[in-house]
Each structure stands twice: as structure tokens, then as C-alpha cells.
């Protein structure tokens, strides 16, 4: 399925062919070093950075979702194929599985919203055949994406002029493109590197949150704070929007699509307490609070619910960060070597709010579901069995926003 000028799926199937991996696509560029700084954030192709889905989708599409009364998307990040390639492979390959035999009434997700971290180490334009356009080339819809740090970060000699050019070349074009030879699939058109997706019955802020390897940032003194008041924008947008349909006509539940993870229990990573209160002030500002965050960065599934003091509205905060990079994090252990127990485990958060762990994995790879209506989002968290593809998906968590309520709720 496609709109005017773009391609997605290739015409014809094919099976994984891991004989077309040299050793070299798939070791990417470990052996080089990087220069670990925050980048400028190259400016927003077109402004505002506002992009709707019915940009990329086929004609129709838009009432088809409106009259199916629901909205489905995938959403996961960290997907790079390096060192082995099955993870990445066996997780794109069931996305694409979920495609097949279903119409927008029946649950066909619209689209694949990337988390970042699309190809490692570097972001190179050499490495997006094998980690981006190979994988999903029987994925038949769009991939838009924010970036992640490893699609930023440069190394020393890196031969681009400035950060983020190869994600800006396959994602933010100003009119779609050839993506790579052999694969069907066009560049996307995104307004820029961060910016808001709107569609039927949901708007996605999606943050590019630079390059640190250890916590992420939206803007400061040295980089610039554009990101941050496109931010405090966008929120304002959705509570002008929500103001103006006091009968609720037409619901978008707000959703908060950022790499790094607020909050984290990964031995790998860390939370980003800094990014959190940025992302605050401007709520805070504009008077409104988003429904769902969505990050990656963390090699695995968590879900913690935050209970804001103010009005006790639960916030799940989900890191999906198990799309395919082969090194699956574990959740940190206490000092007798035990894990936290899921439902079991609240924290302050810092801010005055309580920060509960509701559910984790760190074994499994797989991908997000959400389903969004009018009234709630359903996330469904899918295990991908690597050694056995074909194998139907394995629910790993799910849980509902009530968005009257701002309850959460779980099976």
C-alpha cells in the first residue's frame, strides 16, 4: 500500500538470506572510535515540524481508520542487525506477518513509528541497505522514525557535514526517493529529525534526544533550545485542540515519542532526570499531559506507571529497546543478586510524583502493538521467538489508558 510517490514492501516475497551478509556489514564499524559530544540538531526541513499521516498512506486510508474507530500502529527502537542479524530479522519479520490479512476494521496497524537507534554504530549511510532497507523489505506500509544516539553520534574521520545526515537523507526528504538499490522502499518526508505526527485519534510528539551514550537532552546553552520551544508549541497546540472540542468530536490521545527513557532500570543505561524535567516544564506550561511515553535506548521491555501528585493520573512511561540490537540489557539486581519484583516496586521520581515498575523483560526481543480510539490506547508488548520466526508472537505484557480517567489498567 502506498500514496502518491512513495513504495514500501517490495513486489515480490522474500526469505532471509543471511548469506548475503559479509562479515563486515554485519560487524558495522565497532573498531572505530566515536566522538562522544551533543550535536546541533540540524533546523526542521519545513516549519512547523507538523506532519500528517495521510501524507504517506493510500487514498482512503484516513476514513477507513475513522470509521474502523481505532487507530494501530507499531512502535519500537534499538532494531540495528550488527554481530547477528537473526534478532533484528526474526522481529521485522513478524511486523511485516502482522500486515498480512487484515484491513484497518480488522486491526491493520497504519504504520511503524521507529524509537531510534536505526542503524549502529555511527549512523553511516553504508550500513542502511543491510540494518533499514534488507529487514523490512516485506514490510508493506510506512517507517517514520525519531533518531536515535547511535544515529547521531560521528565518529573522529566520519565523512558527512554534520550529524544526523544519513537519518536526514532517508527520513526527512523533501519529496520521497529511492531508498537503496534492490529495495522498493522510498525515503520518507518527515518536516525534520523531531516533529508531530497527527492522525485519526492520536498526535505523536516524537524528540530527537542527541547523542549521549549515557542520558539524553533536548537543548541547552551549547546546542540551542529550538527543540524544547517546538515542545512547549506542540503541547500548547494539543491543549488549544482539546479546549476547542469540549464534546470530544474528535479525540487524539497525545503521545510522547523520545530515544532515551525517562525512567530505566537497565544495567546498561541510565534514566534521564534532566530530559524528564524539560519535558515537564513545558507540560506544565501548557497545561496538558501526555497519555503514553514511548522510548527506546535500553535493550529490553519495561513499564512503569507514574502517579502524578497534582491529580493522581497514571503516566505509563514504556521502553521498548529490544527491536533487534543483538545484546538484550538486564534489569539491574539488588545487593543479594535478586531482580525488583514487577508490581511490586515504587520509587519517587524526584518531582514530588511516585514511579511504579508494573512489568519488565529482559529476555525476549520483540515489538509494540498499540491500538488507539477515542476512549483508550491498548499497548500490547510481543515476544518474537528468534530461533522459530514463523512462530506467532507471545504476549509479553498489555496494558489500557483509560483517557477520561487517566487510569491504567492491566489484565
Known amino acids: 500500500m502506498s500514496s502518491s510517490g512513495f513504495a514500501f514492501a517490495n513486489k515480490t516475497y522474500t526469505a532471509d538470506n543471511f548469506v548475503t551478509y559479509s562479515a563486515g556489514q554485519i560487524e558495522a ?73 487484515k484491513t484497518y476494521a480488522t486491526g491493520l496497524p497504519a504504520f511503524f513509528y521507529h524509537l531510534g537507534d536505526v542503524v549502529y554504530f555511527f549512523g553511516q549511510q553504508e550500513y542502511y541497505p543491510e540494518q533499514f532497507y534488507d529487514p523490512y523489505r516485506n ?6 522514525a525519531i533518531p536515535g544516539n547511535h544515529d547521531g553520534v560521528m565518529y573522529n574521520k566520519e565523512p558527512v557535514s554534520y550529524s544526523l545526515q544519513p537519518f536526514v537523507d532517508n527520513f526527512c526528504t523533501a519529496a520521497p526517493q529511492p531508498g537503496a538499490p534492490s ?51 506542540q503541547l500548547a497546540a494539543a491543549a488549544a485542540a482539546r479546549k476547542a472540542d469540549p464534546h470530544n ?26 530530559m524528564l524535567q524539560q519535558i515537564d516544564a513545558c507540560c506544565t506550561k501548557a497545561g496538558i499531559w501526555p497519555d503514553l511515553v514511548i522510548s527506546g535506548h535500553a535493550h529490553l521491555y519495561e513499564r512503569y506507571t507514574r502517579v502524578m501528585k497534582a491529580d ?4 505509563p512511561c514504556v521502553v521498548a529497546g529490544n527491536g533487534g540490537y543483538y545484546n538484550l540489557a538486564k534489569l539491574k539486581v539488588d545487593s543479594t543478586g535478586a531482580k525488583p519484583t514487577a508490581g511490586a516496586q515504587s520509587e519517587p521520581d524526584g518531582l514530588g510524583n511516585t514511579v511504579n515498575l508494573d512489568q519488565y523483560n529482559d529476555t525476549d526481543f520483540g515489538f509494540l502493538r498499540i491500538t488507539v480510539s477515542a476512549t483508550a490506547i491498548l499497548v500490547e508488548s510481543l515476544g518474537v521467538n528468534v530461533t522459530t520466526p514463523t512462530a506467532k508472537p507471545t504476549v509479553i505484557d498489555q496494558f489500557k489508558v483509560n483517557l477520561a480517567t487517566h487510569m491504567v489498567t492491566a489484565p
Open 139 to 144: 514490510y508493506d506500509a510506512p517507517i517514520l
Open 249 to 274: 468530536q474528535n479525540p487524539q490521545a497525545l503521545i510522547i515519542a523520545v530515544h532515551h527513557p525517562p525512567f530505566t532500570g537497565s544495567n546498561e543505561h541510565f534514566p534521564s532526570a534532566a
Open 29 to 101: 564499524d565497532a573498531k572505530l572510535q566515536a566522538n562522544q559530544v551533543i550535536e546541533p540538531i540540524p533546523a526542521p526541513r519545513v516549519q512547523p515540524a507538523v506532519m500528517d499521516i495521510g501524507a504517506v498512506l493510500p487514498a482512503g486510508a484516513l476514513a477507513e481508520i475513522k470509521a474502523a474507530n481505532q487507530l494501530v500502529f507499531h512502535s519500537v527502537g534499538d532494531t540495528g542487525g550488527i554481530v547477528r542479524a537473526e534478532p533484528q530479522l526474526a522481529v521485522a519479520d513478524a511486523m511485516a506477518a502482522d500486515l498480512t490479512g
Open 312 to 315: 493522581g493520573r497514571q503516566i
Open 183 to 233: 529495495f522498493a522502499r522510498t525515503t520518507m518526508t518527515q518536516p525534520g529529525v523531531y516533529f508531530t505526527l497527527t492522525a485519526p485519534f492520536a498526535r505523536i510528539v516524537g524528540l530527537y534526544s542527541n547523542t549521549g551514550e549515557s542520558v539524553g537532552v533536548l537543548g541547552n546553552a551549547q546546542i540551542g533550545e529550538d527543540q524544547i520551544t517546538f515542545l512547549g508549541d
